[in-house]
Antibody
Framework: EVHLVESGGGLVQPGGSLRLSCVAS????????MNWVRQAPGKGLEWVAN????????KYVDSVKGRFTISRDNAKNSLHLQMNSLRVEDTAVYYC??????????WGQGTLVTVPS | DIQMTQSPSSLSASVGDRVTITCRAS??????LGWYQQKPGKAPKRLIY???SLQSGVPSRFSGSESGTEFTLTISSLQPEDFATYYC?????????FGGGTKVEIK
């Protein structure tokens, strides 16, 4: 059975840092591009970043460029999102998700990041 | 950036109704579009990928179609478990962008 389990969320003050993790099991993690998607409370979905299979190619939405870094460790089947200089508007549930266009796709259950005003 | 204009933002329907949700892309995205269903407190679930391919395990009452830059999700006969919020996503170009969502409520 496939599992994606996020962790690392919590309450952090503006300007602070947080590192999210997503551990995969039940599929060949190294064979998939991986994504982070977020959802602010009561709002829609927003793609945040993705990374290719070997970690050499990374893309970000403009609002997080220079502040967030996506990475992966295929030996540990894990995906990470280092979030620095956090802002109130980064408050959201953060989901990890596998590649979009393939016949199978997997999502984690999400982890909540709260940056209070 | 590619804008995905999703309509309607909400709708009320009855069990058994045919429901149609539309996303219009601001430029061509080939068929690089997915449809997602999300229930409160849960992660999104993919229904359709490649604009019209049904995700394995998803009931056949869900279907997707495309006409140029307009994409449609149709639920042929709405069931109680289908009351949820639906999103489209284009994955043709960066930044990847979601539609604003359509909340399907019980009439």
């Amino acid at each position: 059975e496939v599992h994606l389990v996020e962790s690392g969320g919590g309450l952090v003050q503006p300007g602070g840092s947080l590192r999210l993790s997503c551990v995969a099991s039940g599929f060949t993690f190294s064979g998939y591009w991986m994504n982070w998607v977020r959802q602010a409370p009561g709002k829609g979905l927003e793609w945040v970043a993705n990374i290719n299979r070997d970690g050499s190619d990374k893309k970000y939405v403009d609002s997080v460029k220079g502040r967030f870094t996506i990475s992966r460790d295929n030996a540990k089947n894990s995906l990470h999102l280092q979030m620095n200089s956090l802002r109130v508007e980064d408050t959201a549930v953060y989901y990890c998700a596998s590649a979009w266009g393939l016949t199978t796709q997997y999502w984690g259950q999400g982890t909540l990041v709260t940056v209070p005003s | 950036d590619i804008q995905m204009t999703q309509s309607p933002s909400s709708l009320s329907a009855s069990v058994g109704d045919r429901v149609t949700i539309t996303c219009r892309a601001s430029q061509g995205i080939r068929n690089d579009l997915g449809w997602y269903q999300q229930k409160p407190g849960k992660a999104p679930k993919r229904l359709i990928y490649g604009a019209s391919s049904l995700q394995s395990g998803v009931p056949s009452r869900f279907s997707g179609s495309e006409s140029g830059t307009e994409f449609t999700l149709t639920i042929s006969s709405l069931q109680p478990e289908d009351f949820a919020t639906y999103y489209c996503l284009q994955y043709n170009d960066y930044p990847l962008t979601f539609g604003g969502g359509t909340k399907v409520e019980i009439k």
